[in-house]
């Protein structure tokens, strides 16, 4: 069935290091992903998006790859700070979105 | 700040009450969904409002209901509530379209006891 998923539950940091989180689509037809940061007790906070007519998008300290071809997505974090601790969703975007469970990021100083 | 802003912020209800919660849009977005976010989970689509019909349901019984208002603000209604209503219940909101940029409000955190 058609899903969005993520590789890796958790995933642990040295501050500093660039921090890479993996996601799985299956719907071929999907052209158009976001991914969310979400810290404790709030809602998800927009990060960046990319389209399927794109393989790279670039924002500060962030950039996501789309494999078409593999239907695979990353978020790239550069020089991670602890305060990009959180949970990141990525989300297929039709009419509605559909997320996956998420990947805990922890930094650690 | 995304300009999503909901209401209350967290709520406590008895098994078998009805709720109501609240969502303003972001200026300029008209249309509005919802999310039910169980703990350590993805928020699963509830449903859409655009121009103040239902534009898209997910897969919740029809206990979930919604408005919109012309102002693009919204209402998430929960008749009977049940145990497992008990989530954070996120607004979004965006422009109509597939390849639109949605921002979410801070959620509201409903338990059911």
């Known amino acids: 069935g058609e899903s969005v998923g993520l590789h890796l539950p958790t995933l642990s940091v040295q501050e500093g290091d660039n921090s890479i989180i993996n996601c799985a689509y299956s719907?071929?037809?999907?052209?158009?992903f976001i991914w969310y940061k979400q810290e404790s007790g709030k809602g998800p906070q927009f990060i960046i998006d990319i389209r399927s007519n794109m393989d790279k998008r670039q924002g500060q300290r962030v950039t996501v790859l789309l494999n078409k071809t593999v239907k695979h997505l990353s978020l790239q974090i550069a020089a991670t700070q602890p305060g990009d601790s959180a949970v990141y969703f990525c989300a297929e975007k039709r009419s509605d979105m559909r997320f996956g469970a998420g990947t805990r990021l922890t930094v650690k100083p | 700040e995304t300009g999503v802003t909901q209401s209350p912020t967290h709520l406590i209800k008895t098994r078998g009450q009805q709720v109501t919660l609240r969502c303003s849009s972001q200026?300029?977005?008209?249309?509005v969904s919802w999310y039910q976010q169980a703990l350590g989970q993805g928020p699963q689509f509830i449903f859409q409002y655009y121009r103040e019909e239902e534009n898209g349901r997910g897969n919740f019984p029809p206990r979930f209901s919604g408005l919109q208002f012309p102002n693009y603000s919204s209402e998430l209604n929960v008749n009977a509530l049940e145990l497992d209503d008990s989530a954070l219940y996120l607004c979004?909101?965006?422009?109509?379209?597939?390849?639109?940029?949605?921002?979410f409000g801070q959620g509201t955190r409903l338990t059911v006891v």
């Open positions: 200026s300029g977005h008209n249309t």
């Open positions: 719907n071929s037809a999907s052209d158009y």
């Open positions: 979004a909101s965006s422009l109509p379209g597939q390849n639109t940029e949605a921002f």
